[in-house]
């Protein structure tokens, strides 16, 4: 059940579409001068080593954020969270190392923000009291998702962004991970979520965005990058569904996820979208 090592996928495709509309979310509710909590349900290790025996096996970085960071005039909606990776590298455009969504978060707050984490992977848990406990604005949880986020929500602050990306390895996870959704808009209704999706061939995805279509949340923002086609064996593309998304975004991703399939898929496999599932 604990089986499932980020370190073999960070930075991949599908690390770039869901941490730039991550930052995109971010950069945006931070232009409030309010305080903002920000949860991170399944954590992971926070940073990652590309030049370690687990990325360097797949290579998967290569084809997905070594290539964004080597391409030509990437848009201006990039620059947050190009910027959150070459701080991880010491401002240097030479990856080593990948910021996992608890570092690119940790890298934009101010100081009256504060990150929730909840992991339970023993290694990733080892990484992340490495890297976090002595930040006071940092609150760590050893604890399952499904049964700590939700009383932790509503948040102090009344001002809260909720990243969902689970791995999806388990028996019904895209079901529970849906339904945890639900569960915690209940809770906090006003928030902005982000759950994160795979596209695998046998696309059980898509039970999952009808599922989210057709619970009563609104708006809900889908955006997908597919960098292969639908009858490839592995991983072929991602999605990010963000409930109550900032304003704006829906223009900004028009033109950013086109741009991100272009540089990503250059054969021209797989394709995009970036569209209401659910309009206001």
Known sequence: MLSYQHEY????HADVLKHAVLVLCLESLLRKDKPLRVYDAHAGSGIYDLRGAEARKTAEADSGIVRLCAAAGPPPALDGYLGAVRACNRGSDVLRRYPGSPALIRHLLRPADHLV?????????ALLRHNFTLDPQVHLHARDCHEGLPGLLPPPERRGLVLLDPSYEMRGEFGHTAGLLQDC???FAGGVYLLWYPLLRQ?????LVRRVAASGMRPVLRAELRVEDASHAGLHGSGVLVVNPPYGLDVTLRTLVPWLWRTL???????WAAEWLVPE
Do not use: D
């Open 9 to 12: 996928h960070a930075g991949n």
């Open 117 to 125: 984490l909840l992991e339970r992977h023993p290694r990733a848990l």
């Open 185 to 187: 808009h209940r809770r």
């Open 203 to 207: 696309a059980p995805a898509a039970r």
């Open 265 to 271: 898929a250059p054969e021209g496999r797989g394709g």
